[in-house]
């Protein structure tokens, strides 16, 4: 089933991306920053990249903070996602020049590689090339599917 745009506008989805070295990175958009069509076309592609990142691969690193710690699910998501090598990003929220945008949150000090990743998931993964440097950028802006 594929996400709406009202869909878009109600959860908070959380999708993943391979930059242009082959790392991965996560975003979570708060029902208010852009998602990508590769996400939307696939709810179930999504939730089942979602859920090997969140609850399949194992820690193998440790997290750097790109923000002030708060101790609320997301930080603790995020923080989670880059103790497995996964760059965390999330929408911002305060307005500013980067609104539908997503902010660094937490950064992996030894980040996963696409090559590295498992055939299924690499497969699922193949058309999600966003081109940036997760490692470089602190902003990142996707083109909306809508």
Known sequence: MRYTEIDLQIEDIMWFGVDTNGC??????????????????????TEFIEDYFTKELEKTTSAI???PYVDNPLMRDATGLAEKGVF?????????????EYVKIASPKTPIRYA????????????H??????????????????
């Open 129 to 146: 090339t966003v081109p940036v440097d997760a490692a470089k950028e602190k902003y990142i802006c996707v083109k909306h599917a809508y």
């Open 88 to 100: 965390s990003f999330d929408a911002v929220t305060d307005n500013s020049e980067y609104d539908r």
């Open 65 to 67: 903070l790109e923000a």
């Open 24 to 45: 991965i990175f996560a975003c979570t958009s708060a029902g208010i920053a852009n998602v990508p069509e590769f996400v939307c076309k696939s709810k179930e592609q």
């Open 116 to 127: 590295a990743l498992p055939d299924d998931i690499k497969k699922l993964l193949q058309e």
